[in-house]
């Protein structure tokens, strides 16, 4: 609201890996962009492993350093493209002599180290399938996957197979193998990886690989029911590349550091694979959350693309704008964001503390790659997500009062006027979008509209084309007849000095339908007391009119997802006095 644009110099435009967005967009093809990438020797079709890893391996950045783990304290690893190549050629080895074979599924429940990227390639260049789990699940939601995802191998570490799957073990009977990291004697019933890779060979050809082979298996949250396994196939790598190269303006000069978890998607796409197929060096950090770490990483490991997401912005905008001052964050050229809705406070709060706007992007498990984003050379609307990414087709569907999509002869009808309210869709044709949830041919079939892949989520598009979250289509309140999204309302808030976050539901009123709660926590210094209540209601009527919450209440342990999205589904069920339903994706409180 009222935020102005954050233009970009010629010289900037001139500098982007995307010049020219608007002919970029005319002239792109896919087709283009697997030329960017090798292909198999001899034509043996395509596979992400190779791309990411052997390519440079038999090439000028042999001896680059691809990933550079930091220790603790000063402690730092670093592994070359060419000795990547030998790690991950041992691993694929090793799913050879355990009997996997091609499509096997491989899991992996690890945290940022070198085992998790040799697993994932190597069962990427063995043309098995790589399915990684979020370290924080506790053993039922891991035994929910395994089962799910058919898993034949895992890989862990010793204290998370005692935790989390030893005690499942008995209901995992087509799990084969569980290899384990670390130099102890592996727990009962495992097999130590580092002493199995050392019997086998470090050289390996990556065999044939028909482009849509299953890859990668990605599992997702629906609101309702089971969660559900994406199911992503060797040709996404292209997305994952030509994305990285737009969006992210990433090239082989640069120093990379993706934030992301490696148990979900951007943990993979973007923190595996995409900087390793551009050729570039990959920071990786073990360490959760630390304002200051962070700052000392951008600075002392000349971060020079940084990509990571608006919770973790928001906790180091709790710091202030000092610490960052303190730090020399010269290398730094190009800040991104994904994951949930950046509000364009923290935008700007980017350019001014960090010395770089924060680029928002969007996309899911689903799409594979960032979909809509922000651009190097484009200008910034702080709020919004940006355009389409070249070679990606979005648009908006009308839906009825109650949610349905407005359909003529089965064909969804589209929203063409600016900012207006739809559910946001997209054409598939793009290399990574999923190619179906595994075991669950219905509920794939549900999220299709004609042509449009539905994502779930309400958007608006401005008169120049830039796409706007509202919120998960489930989430949308609607009070008075009107439709008011949480994001716009929670911004909003967050814009008050008191607020850190906010999470808005729809609260059942006989009168209105719904009317808008808010439940706020507050920044250090503040006190939960009825004047600041009744300020900040007054402050949201004051600035959002009939939409503003009727409630506010204070609430220092908002619910999150472990991603780090506010979870108001769990506000409402607990606002309601209703079953809480599936928790395994929330975070544990501190
Ligand atoms: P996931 O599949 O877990 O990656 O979650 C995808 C969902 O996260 C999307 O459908 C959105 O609801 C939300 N999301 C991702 N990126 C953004 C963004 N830049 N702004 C707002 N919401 C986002």
Not at 418 to 443: C, I, K, N, Q, T
Request: net charge negative; aromatic share 8%; with cysteine.
């Amino acid at each position: 609201m009222g935020w102005e644009p954050i233009r970009k110099s010629a010289a900037e435009r001139a500098a982007a890996n995307l010049a020219d967005y608007a002919q970029t967009r005319r002239d792109f093809t896919w087709e283009q962009a697997r030329g960017w990438l090798s292909g198999l020797p001899e034509g043996a079709g395509l596979n992400i492993g190779y791309e990411a890893v052997d390519r440079h391996a038999v090439g000028e950045r042999r001896d680059v350093v691809a990933l550079r783990f930091l220790g603790r304290g000063d402690a730092v690893t670093e592994v070359t493209y060419g000795e990547l190549a030998r790690r991950t050629n041992r691993f694929a080895n090793l799913l050879d002599s355990l009997g996997v074979r091609s499509g096997g599924r491989v899991f992996s429940l690890l945290g940022r180290e070198p085992a998790l990227y040799v697993t994932a390639l190597g069962t990427l260049k063995h043309t098995s399938v790589f399915s990684p789990l979020f370290s924080a699940f506790g053993p039922q939601p891991v035994r929910e996957r395994l089962v799910r995802g058919d898993a034949q191998v895992l890989v862990t570490t010793p204290g998370l197979y005692r935790s989390r799957v030893a005690p499942i073990r008995d209901d995992l009977p087509q799990l084969r193998h569980v290899l384990v990291t670390g130099d102890d004697p592996p727990p009962a019933g495992t097999i130590s990886l580092d002493a199995a890779l050392a019997g086998v060979e470090d050289t390996f050809t990556v065999p044939p690989t028909d482009p849509e082979q299953m890859a990668l298996l990605h599992f997702t949250s629906g609101t309702t029911g089971k969660p559900k396994g994406a199911v992503h196939v060797h040709e996404a790598v292209v997305a994952h590349h030509a994305s990285a190269r737009f969006a992210l303006d990433l090239r082989e000069s640069d120093v990379f550091w993706c934030t992301a978890d490696p148990g979900w998607v951007t943990g993979t796409s973007y923190g595996i694979i995409a900087p390793l197929t551009v050729g570039a060096t990959m920071i990786v950090d073990p360490g959760e959350f630390d304002a200051r770490r962070w700052y000392a990483n951008l600075a002392e490991q000349r971060v020079t693309v940084w990509y990571t997401a608006p919770t973790a912005l928001r906790m180091l905008m709790r710091y202030g704008d000092d610490l960052p001052a303190r730090y020399d964050l010269s290398a730094l050229r190009y800040i991104a964001s994904v994951g949930e809705p950046l509000n364009a406070e923290a935008v700007v709060w980017g350019q001014r503390a960090l010395g770089q706007p924060i680029h928002d992007n969007w996309w899911q498990t689903e799409t594979g790659s960032i979909m809509i984003s922000n651009y190097a050379g484009m200008d910034l609307r702080p709020g919004a997500m940006g355009t389409p990414v070249p070679g990606v087709e979005a648009g908006l569907l009308q839906r009825d009062a109650d949610g349905r999509l407005r359909m003529d002869d089965g064909v969804p009808r589209t929203v063409d006027e600016p900012d207006v309210e739809g559910e946001l869709a997209l054409r598939p044709g793009w290399p990574s979008m999923f190619r179906g949830y595994l075991h669950d041919e219905a509920r794939y079939a549900a999220c299709f509209a004609g042509d449009w892949y539905r994502t779930g989520d309400l958007a608006r598009r401005d008169v120049d084309g830039y796409y706007w979250f509202i919120g998960r289509a489930d989430d949308v309140i609607t009070s008075a007849g009107h439709l008011i999204g949480p994001f716009e309302v929670e911004s909003l808030l967050m814009e008050h000095p008191a607020v850190a976050e906010a999470g808005v539901i729809g609260k059942p009123d006989p009168v209105a339908g719904e009317v808008v709660k808010a439940f706020i926590s507050l920044r250090d210094g503040y006190e939960a007391t009825d004047d600041l209540r009744l300020e900040l209601l007054g402050f949201g009527r004051r600035r959002l009119g009939s939409v503003a919450p009727k409630e506010v209440a204070f609430d220092q342990q908002l619910p999150h997802t472990r991603s780090g999205k506010v979870m108001r589904r769990l506000l409402k069920a607990r606002e309601l006095g209703l079953p809480e339903g599936d928790l395994s994706t929330l975070e544990p409180s501190a």
